[in-house]
């Protein structure tokens, strides 16, 4: 049997919900990774002097991790992203924990497309980012 | 819905997905008259469509449009 005939559309509702530790050698990992070095993420004085309590994860790092759980988990390996877009509302000093939540909101059958909402929020709850993306699932239904 | 209506509103969304106040919609109007219609403008514009006329398609309904006056036959049935 193909592997495609087992995948169906997500459904309205379906969400998944991944917890993370965001560590200082994660945020060393994606300045090598990206290049940007800029000192409010990395270094704790220049951080303070700019009212933060110390240095702060990078947006994009954080958005990776919705990344995991769209190529993943939900829609999983079947989609792929389409767009995408992130409001950052708090920073995230770290290390801290971060719960990244994704929620299918829309389902275009017709065209195979799910839009979702995406929340990122420290363990207290305190919101970090909104965001929506939308992912190209390719289901047994529209192969067809 | 009127056709005319259909057409009028069609020929806006286009403009907006395709990013061109000059384009000319018609009836006859297919995806090999406009450039940049490649899979991922297809999804947009379908997408569009579905969003602005509240409706929504299957995916056999959109395997059987073959052209702009088709879209519109179908969203005069969904919209009566």
Not at chain 1, 15 to 44: C, N, T, W
Not at chain 2, 13 to 20: A, K, L, M, Q, T
Request: proline share 3%; aromatic share 8%.
């Amino acid at each position: 049997m193909n592997s495609l005939e087992q995948v169906v559309m997500p459904r309205v509702g379906d969400h998944y919900r991944h917890e993370v530790l965001i560590s200082s050698d994660m945020v060393q990992a994606f300045v090598k990774l990206s290049g940007d070095d800029s000192p409010i993420h990395v270094d704790e004085a220049f951080a303070q002097e700019r009212g933060y309590e110390g240095p702060i994860c990078h947006g994009i790092l954080l958005t990776a991790f919705v990344s995991r759980i769209l190529g993943t988990w939900l829609p999983g390996k079947e989609s792929i992203l389409k767009s995408i877009q992130m409001e950052f509302r708090n920073p995230a000093k770290y290390p801290c924990m971060v719960q990244i939540e994704v929620r299918v909101t829309k389902v275009f059958q017709s065209v195979g497309m799910i839009r979702l909402a995406i929340e990122i929020s420290h363990q207290q709850d305190e919101i970090i980012a909104r965001g929506l993306a939308e992912c190209v699932v390719r289901t047994s239904e529209v192969a067809k | 819905m009127l056709k005319e209506e259909i057409l009028n509103k069609l020929k806006q969304i286009f403009r907006e997905i395709f990013d061109s106040q000059d384009l000319s919609i018609t009836r006859a109007t297919d995806a090999s008259q406009i450039e940049g219609w490649d899979s991922f403008m297809h999804i947009n514009l379908i997408v569009a469509i579905e969003e602005n006329f509240e409706v929504s398609f299957t995916t056999k309904e959109i395997g059987q449009f073959a052209c702009v006056g088709d879209v519109i036959d179908l969203l005069a049935t969904k919209t009566s």
